[in-house]
């Protein structure tokens, strides 16, 4: 049905629960594993396909361009003009024209010849699209968020294990030097006892509107039931495609709380030694979502009412966009994309090096490095499928708690939430048939 306007809570949670029976998209539509050796030689080229191709895709693709040992072999994107503008991008680094085309994604999945893709569709594709590569018998590097649902970020991590597939979520901060930097204060007890942490976000959102419905596009200009994938059927709108699914719903992940929470609150679980676990208590406030750990430290979300620019009273300085802010008992630190990084008292300011404050935190090159290296040596990478699932299911948390205006208590042995079924059937959706 058509939503003529903001939906109300009760007749989202009734969708909701409607949809939640649906089977999951990965069991629709299963790929043969590749026959291709799990371990690569050293002296092999890996060669990698990419599925989905717009900014940030360029972005990344970009970065791993750069590196001698892979070869990008094929794009698919279901967009006519973002397929062309990749292959002119892979071809003109190669000097040849030998990069491959697809518009669905399992002709590239298909191939055996292909060890790993890059991931970076919209959100609504990330967790599908990476299960069916690792049961084709891919790696796999997942832009964020990398399941829009905390059933996907499960069903995802699952996959990765019962498929022995390397996984690397696209948060790459965890690989920047000014971030890393900042947890290792926290881990060498330079703060003393941790106790706060900040994590910032956009101001979250819940918009399920419709656009006007446009005339849909031939199949290979825009193949539109390959666009929305799993996500809930509506009319073709050119804004969709050219990124004004944002913020919808349907197509977005956790009320936009995982565009920057991915990051942020990533970040503080590493700080906090909580890769194997998440906040237990989730609060939302007039412009946070207070989180409590079973140890005590306080995790709190910020909205920040100007994230590209002016201070937030949250912080200290103006460091960029994601900054994350870390207070223990004997001292604070913290750091942003600007890779400045500001540190009390002002004795700690000898524990960061120079080059580390010039680092920005945007650049892919360290993380994709670690993918392709841990393909190799089949080591987990720094933000594997189990660090992405306790650091998304925690943000989703938030967002979750953001959406029911109350308090929600998780366990998180289970990853359910506590005596609260609503709050339970906002774990999943239904995945839409889109292999007709």
């Known amino acids: 049905m058509r939503s003529s306007g903001n939906t109300t809570r009760r007749q989202f949670l009734s969708a909701t629960a409607a949809a939640a029976a649906t089977a999951s998209l990965a069991a629709n539509f299963p790929l043969p594993?590749?026959?291709?050796?799990?371990?690569?030689?050293?002296?092999?080229?890996?060669?990698?396909?990419?599925?989905?191709?717009?900014?940030?895709?360029?972005?990344?693709?970009?970065?791993?361009?750069?590196?001698?040992?892979?070869?990008?072999?094929?794009?698919?994107?279901?967009?006519?003009?973002?397929?062309?503008?990749?292959k002119k991008l892979v071809d003109s680094h190669y000097g040849n024209a030998d990069c491959v085309l697809y518009r669905d994604l399992r002709e590239l999945l298909a191939r055996k010849d292909i060890d790993a893709v890059l991931i970076a569709t919209g959100d609504r594709w990330h967790a599908a699209a990476s299960i069916l590569a690792a049961k084709a018998g891919k790696d796999v590097y997942s832009e964020k968020p990398c399941g829009i649902t905390i059933a996907d970020c499960q069903?995802?991590?699952?996959?990765?294990?019962?498929?022995k597939r390397v996984f690397q979520a696209g948060t790459q901060r965890r690989?920047?030097?000014?971030?890393?930097?900042?947890?290792?204060?926290?881990?060498?007890?330079?703060?003393?006892?941790?106790?706060?942490?900040?994590?910032?976000?956009?101001?979250?959102?819940?918009?399920?509107?419709?656009?006007?419905?446009?005339?849909?596009?031939?199949?290979?200009?825009?193949?539109?039931?390959?666009?929305?994938?799993?996500?809930a059927w509506r009319p073709f709108n050119q804004k969709y495609v050219d990124g004004g699914w944002r913020g919808q719903w349907d197509f977005d992940s956790g009320?936009?709380?995982?565009?920057?929470?991915a990051h942020t609150i990533d970040l503080c679980q590493w700080a906090n030694q909580a890769d194997d676990t998440l906040p237990i208590e989730y609060e939302p406030k007039e412009a946070t979502i207070e989180c409590r750990y079973a140890n005590g430290v306080k995790l709190i979300v910020d909205f920040l009412k100007d994230p590209f620019g002016n201070r937030d009273p949250h912080y200290?300085?103006?460091?960029?966009?994601?900054?994350?802010?870390?207070?223990?008992?004997?001292g604070s630190v913290e750091t942003g994309d600007?890779?400045?990084?500001?540190?009390?008292?002002?004795?700690?300011?000898?524990?960061?090096?120079?080059?580390?404050?010039?680092?920005?935190?945007?650049?892919?090159?360290a993380h994709s490095r670690d993918f392709f290296d841990c393909i190799r040596s089949r080591k987990p990478t720094a933000a594997n499928a189990d660090v992405m699932r306790?650091?998304?299911?925690?943000?989703?948390?938030?967002?979750?708690?953001?959406?029911?205006?109350?308090?929600?208590?998780?366990?998180?042995?289970t990853e359910t939430f506590v005596d609260d079924p609503e709050a339970n059937l906002l774990r999943t959706r239904a995945a839409r048939d889109w292999t007709a």
């Open 33 to 86: 594993t590749s026959a291709r050796a799990a371990r690569i030689a050293a002296n092999d080229k890996i060669n990698l396909g990419v599925i989905g191709i717009g900014p940030r895709c360029t972005y990344d693709l970009t970065a791993m361009l750069k590196f001698d040992d892979i070869r990008c072999v094929a794009i698919a994107d279901v967009q006519a003009r973002r397929r062309d503008a990749g």
């Open 155 to 163: 069903r995802l991590a699952d996959t990765m294990h019962a498929e």
């Open 390 to 413: 306790r650091s998304h299911i925690a943000s989703h948390a938030a967002a979750i708690a953001w959406i029911l205006k109350r308090k929600v208590t998780i366990d998180s042995k």
């Open 255 to 261: 009320a936009r709380v995982l565009d920057w929470g």
């Open 338 to 365: 600007e890779g400045g990084i500001v540190v009390k008292p002002e004795s700690l300011e000898k524990e960061i090096p120079d080059k580390v404050k010039r680092v920005r935190g945007l650049d892919v090159s």
């Open 316 to 330: 200290i300085t103006k460091l960029g966009t994601c900054p994350v802010r870390f207070i223990g008992d004997a």
């Open 175 to 231: 690989s920047v030097p000014n971030f890393r930097k900042a947890v290792e204060l926290v881990h060498t007890g330079k703060l003393g006892k941790l106790h706060t942490m900040h994590a910032s976000i956009y101001t979250p959102t819940l918009d399920n509107t419709w656009l006007p419905a446009e005339p849909t596009p031939a199949r290979d200009v825009c193949d539109w039931n390959l666009w929305l994938g799993p996500a």
